[in-house]
Nanobody, 124 residues
Framework: VQVVESGGGLVEAGETLRLACVVS????????IAWFRQGPGKEREGLSC????????YYLNSVKGRFTISNDTAKNTVYLHMNSLKPEDTAVYYC??????????????????WGQGTQVSVSS
């Protein structure tokens, strides 16, 4: 299984980015795909998750209302739409697959496969 993120870049504060996460194969009807980020000198933190059974979850108060998760099932792709970006959103953004459970979690150990990350930098 491969997980590949794309869409990161350098933007100014207030601008928008859309990240994409493509999963090469999903062989279970019960799975979850989540977005995390890791800022400089910080721990990896869960942002949002898309469950195959239970819908969407959002974990970080600082992104609620600004970030939205969506998916294209036919393309095995999950998106993270990021609006009104702030300098504190600067981080490497990771996508992760929980392959055999549809339960979302904001905790790193629950996920089986990870992408290499995509850098998002927001200037003030």
């Amino acid at each position: 299984v491969q997980v590949v993120e794309s869409g990161g870049g350098l933007v100014e504060a207030g601008e928008t980015l859309r990240l994409a996460c493509v999963v090469s194969e999903i062989d279970s009807d019960e799975h979850a795909i989540a977005w995390f980020r890791q800022g400089p000198g910080k721990e990896r933190e869960g942002l949002s998750c898309r469950s195959s059974k239970y819908g969407n979850s959002y974990y970080l108060n600082s992104v609620k209302g600004r970030f939205t998760i969506s998916n294209d099932t036919a393309k095995n792709t999950v998106y993270l739409h990021m609006n009104s970006l702030k300098p504190e959103d600067t981080a490497v953004y990771y996508c992760a697959l929980r392959a055999r459970s549809a339960l979302c979690s904001e905790y790193v150990p629950f996920y089986d496969y990870w992408g290499q990350g995509t850098q998002v930098s927001v200037s003030s």
